[in-house]
């Protein structure tokens, strides 16, 4: 017999597919992407630039890696381990560059660790286990580099979860000055900068898993939350923003005013 469409399901992943417009956009650059490859893709994402629409089901997927955190960190206590500062909050630049640590886990050894709880696929347990964690991605090995940096401590402990089968992977990462000191100053560049150049070509598989894509290659594309870092007029002077049009500090960094005018970012030089 023929099915009918579920129209429980399709409610489900049409509701799921809001979720991210519903969250708001940041007012920041995040530590948890510092570490991308495209910095053009960060820039976006620090200015306030509408990400591409996801799939329902797609969401949820990534919704769930919400729920094996919460789950792995009750596991930890009923383990014997101590999880404090439970999404401890870091700032720098200015405020412009912040995140939020997953905790910070006593009893691996002598020493406290930054404790970061990740799901993954089991194509991608299985690259995390065959290459390591922080080989194979260079974003997850930044935001921890970022997160020991700012908490002043020098270890931090991955924990990974295979989604398929509940195995579990960890990796312990030393702190490293010269790169925390490297991605700061990436920070600072993107935070600084009119816009970024464009790190992939079209056709990439990087750039059709991006969330700007169409920003980037179809412009002119939706924006849906005017800011100031999408404005026409908005600059910086350091990593102070600065309004041209009325000529003074932006004091409140992801907001707008009634004279906003869409910056079109597609192109790698900006028309100032």
Same mark, same amino acid.
């Given at each position: 017999?023929?099915?009918?469409?579920?129209?429980?399901?399709?409610?489900?992943?049409?509701?799921?597919?809001?979720?991210?417009?519903?969250?708001?956009?940041?007012?920041?650059?995040?530590?948890?992407?510092?570490?991308?490859?495209?910095?053009?893709?960060?820039?976006?994402?620090?200015?306030?630039?509408?990400?591409?629409?996801?799939?329902?089901?797609?969401?949820?997927?990534?919704?769930?890696?919400?729920?094996?955190?919460?789950?792995?960190?009750?596991?930890?206590?009923?383990?014997?381990? @101590?999880?404090? #500062?439970?999404?401890?909050?870091?700032?720098?630049?200015?405020?412009?560059?912040? $995140?939020? =640590? &997953?905790?910070?886990?006593?009893?691996?050894?002598?020493?406290?660790?930054?404790?970061?709880?990740?799901?993954?696929?089991?194509?991608?347990?299985?690259?995390?286990?065959?290459?390591?964690?922080?080989?194979?991605?260079?974003?997850?090995?930044?935001?921890?580099?970022?997160?020991?940096?700012?908490?002043?401590?020098?270890?931090?402990?991955?924990?990974?979860?295979?989604?398929?089968?509940?195995?579990?992977?960890?990796?312990?990462?030393?702190?490293?000055?010269?790169?925390?000191?490297?991605?700061?100053?990436?920070?600072?560049?993107? @935070?600084?900068? #009119?816009?970024?150049?464009?790190?992939?070509?079209?056709?990439?598989?990087?750039? $059709?898993? =991006? &969330?700007?894509?169409?920003?980037?290659?179809?412009?002119?594309?939706?924006?849906?939350?005017?800011?100031?870092?999408?404005?026409?007029?908005?600059?910086?002077?350091?990593?102070?923003?600065?309004?041209?049009?009325?000529?003074?500090?932006?004091?409140?960094?992801?907001?707008?005013?009634?004279?906003?005018?869409?910056?079109?970012?597609?192109?790698?030089?900006?028309?100032?």
């Amino acid at each position: 017999m023929a099915q009918l469409p579920d129209r429980v399901a399709e409610a489900m992943y049409e509701a799921a597919s809001r979720w991210r417009k519903d969250s708001g956009v940041r007012s920041y650059l995040g530590m948890s992407g510092i570490g991308g490859t495209c910095r053009r893709k960060i820039w976006y994402g620090f200015r306030g630039y509408t990400p591409t629409a996801l799939e329902g089901r797609v969401q949820m997927i990534f919704s769930m890696g919400d729920a094996v955190e919460l789950q792995t960190l009750r596991w930890l206590e009923q383990a014997g381990y @101590i999880v404090r #500062d439970r999404q401890q909050s870091f700032e720098l630049l200015n405020g412009l560059l912040r $995140g939020h =640590c &997953d905790g910070i886990i006593e009893g691996v050894t002598s020493r406290p660790h930054i404790l970061e709880i990740k799901s993954a696929s089991a194509s991608r347990f299985k690259l995390f286990k065959d290459n390591g964690i922080c080989e194979t991605s260079p974003e997850y090995a930044a935001q921890v580099q970022m997160y020991m940096g700012c908490a002043g401590l020098d270890r931090a402990l991955f924990v990974v979860m295979n989604k398929n089968t509940c195995e579990i992977l960890t990796e312990r990462v030393h702190f490293q000055k010269r790169e925390f000191d490297a991605l700061v100053e990436k920070a600072r560049e993107i @935070i600084s900068a #009119d816009v970024e150049i464009k790190a992939y070509g079209k056709d990439s598989r990087e750039c $059709g898993m =991006c &969330d700007y894509r169409m920003h980037c290659w179809h412009a002119p594309y939706i924006q849906e939350a005017p800011t100031c870092g999408t404005c026409f007029h908005c600059a910086f002077h350091g990593i102070a923003p600065w309004c041209r049009k009325h000529d003074h500090d932006i004091l409140k960094w992801g907001m707008a005013c009634p004279d906003w005018e869409f910056l079109d970012a597609s192109l790698d030089v900006v028309p100032f």
